[in-house]
């Protein structure tokens, strides 16, 4: 879960942009000007800033000046406007702005945008870890991918676990704990959603229905996660 601030001074946008990133599991936190968005930002870094160019009182663009120039440009910013012209998007990129999307927004834009910034802040916070490392140390090795299939149960310890997919099936899923805790969650909901498509058959009905989620949501989960349904079932049936 990230922390998203919107800075909007429509509010069927701060409501439809909450609505959508509040189903994707996001803390999202609202400011409808400037002046709400420097005390937002006061409060502490977000991890990412959804920012509109044109507002009453300040302009996102001077906002984004303003924190670049005092150091608080610590964060991603995705600008947003509907009638910017090439110039100021350029402009707001020479700044610091990450992306800039058009409005009206579509949904699935919207999602890689803010998965990219998300994936930018996660970079930018490991980069000094890694700096700061002495140079006697052995290097980390990157922790390796999960598995998933039928692979022999890892021994009990600190750096994974081990799940089983369910009784009388033998299948288990590796998971390590030296994943980054988006990269954890996401491999987690991924051998979930598989574990019940499997059980299912592939049913996309059956699987809202066991998960407790509607089926736009469960389709927009299974896409983000790169689940396919459809070869699932293929694969199970052939099994």
Known sequence: MAN???????????????????????????AENAQQARQARAAGAPDLVLLDIWMPDTDGVTLLKEWQRDGLLTMPVIMMSGHATIDTAVEATRIGALNFLEKPIAMQKLLKAVQAGLTRAQEVVRAPVMAQRPAALPPVEEAAAPTFGAQPAPAAGAHGIAMSRGSGEGQTFNLSFDLPLREARDAFERMYFEHHLGREGGSMTRVAEKTGLERTHLYRKLKQLGVEPGKLAKKNQQA
């Open 4 to 30: 998203i601030l919107v800075v909007d001074d429509e509010m069927g946008i701060r409501e439809l942009l909450s609505e959508i990133l509040g189903d994707e599991g996001h803390a999202v936190t609202l």
